[in-house]
């Protein structure tokens, strides 16, 4: 199991030196975390991942690279696999590195280090979910969707600009898409940066809840409850619309453990208010909170079953990665136009082709 997190900066005078950690009362050496940033160091000082052992300690850590100079580490007992907690560790790390100069995620580091503990065991849609939690990372996939590909720089350049900050440590961003088979890089000969192109999309809405649904049909809920609950799921997506501020909604529940496991437990039946909590083995309070937070954004509604007051969830969430034939017209209309050099046109469809599911 995992024991703490460290948050490490360079400094030109003093060295490696420990910016903050957690828990509290965890020990790390002046010589430890210097291994770590050397070791990093050592591999061009390029952005990235890396796990290592130092001594009785195992290490799985990530690096902002020269702009940023800081590092994340996870530390775990030498029976962990350190490189599980690659994708985790990237997101947590980005998300930090974005709250730097104001030191805001100091007061954020208990709930991101409680977060990491638990990636190892998200499902796949959780895992695309904590992916696209993240505002930045889901500019640059709406940014590829409506241009299909680009380069490293126009991309930074543009997010600096989207985002009013002096510098981006990209990779971090970028490695989970990458990883999850969303984008792909190449190097394009004539062109002075890395390139970028998009190869699936992805699909982040809601759906009703078909085993709920089912029940209501067959009139389990009994004859008002069940008519109740299905006119309500009908009215709902009689108008629904996915919008960015739902999939912000979406994610953020797939991205929550509890949050998730409360959703789990609604898609296999109503369940009493007041008793969920003990049946999912989870603090009062914090189911409570989560289902307040359902009921506001429509997730959830209250069912009267024999005179006691159930938790049924209205809309379920839907999560699928799919190939974007659409930009097999676009690339050719860049290629017509010339908004876009031949040979990273060329290569775009040479990726798209690679990726196309046979």
């Not at 009703?208 to 299905?230: M, Q, W």
């Not at 998730?260 to 109503?270: A, C, I, T």
């Amino acid at each position: 199991m995992p024991f703490g997190l460290i948050v490490v900066k360079w400094d030109n005078r003093l060295g490696a030196v420990l910016e903050a950690k957690y828990p509290e009362d965890i020990r790390t050496t002046e010589d430890q975390i210097m291994k770590i940033y050397t070791a990093h160091a050592m591999g061009e000082a390029a952005a990235g991942f890396m796990s290592m052992r130092l001594g009785n300690l195992n290490v799985a850590s990530q690096y902002g690279g020269w702009d940023i100079n800081y590092y994340v580490a996870l530390l775990l007992t030498l029976e962990e696999n350190a490189d599980e907690y690659e994708d985790g560790l990237t997101e947590i790390a980005a998300n930090i590195f974005a709250k730097l100069e104001n030191e805001e995620y100091k007061a954020e580091l208990e709930d991101l280090y409680n977060k990491l503990t638990r990636f190892p065991t998200l499902s796949e849609e959780q895992r695309m979910g904590v992916i696209l939690s993240d505002p930045v990372r889901r500019s640059i996939i709406e940014r590829l969707i409506e241009e299909g590909n680009t380069t490293v720089s126009d991309l930074e350049v543009w997010l600096k600009h989207k985002l009013e900050v002096k510098a981006i440590e990209l990779y971090s961003f970028m490695a989970p898409l990458i990883k999850n088979g969303l984008v792909t890089t190449q190097w394009v000969e004539g062109l002075p940066s890395q390139c970028i192109f998009l190869i699936r999309d992805v699909f982040i809405a809601r759906v009703p809840a078909r085993i709920i649904v089912k029940k209501a049909k067959s009139g389990e809920f009994g004859a008002e409850a069940s008519s109740d609950y299905l006119d309500e799921v009908k009215n709902f997506f009689r108008d629904y619309v996915v919008t960015p501020e739902d999939t912000e909604t979406i994610t953020k529940i797939l991205s929550d453990p509890d949050a998730y496991d409360v959703l789990v437990g609604l898609r296999e039946n109503v369940l009493p208010k007041g008793e969920i909590h003990k049946i999912l083995d989870k603090k009062k309070s914090v189911v409570d909170s989560i289902l307040a937070a359902f009921d506001k954004a429509g997730f959830t509604m209250d069912l009267k079953i024999d005179r006691r007051t159930h938790s049924a969830l209205m809309t379920d969430i839907k999560v699928m990665t799919f190939f974007p034939e659409y930009l097999v017209e676009q690339i050719a209309q860049q290629y017509n136009d010339q908004i876009k050099p031949p040979r990273m046109l060329l290569w775009h469809l040479k990726a798209l082709r690679d990726s196309y599911p046979m």
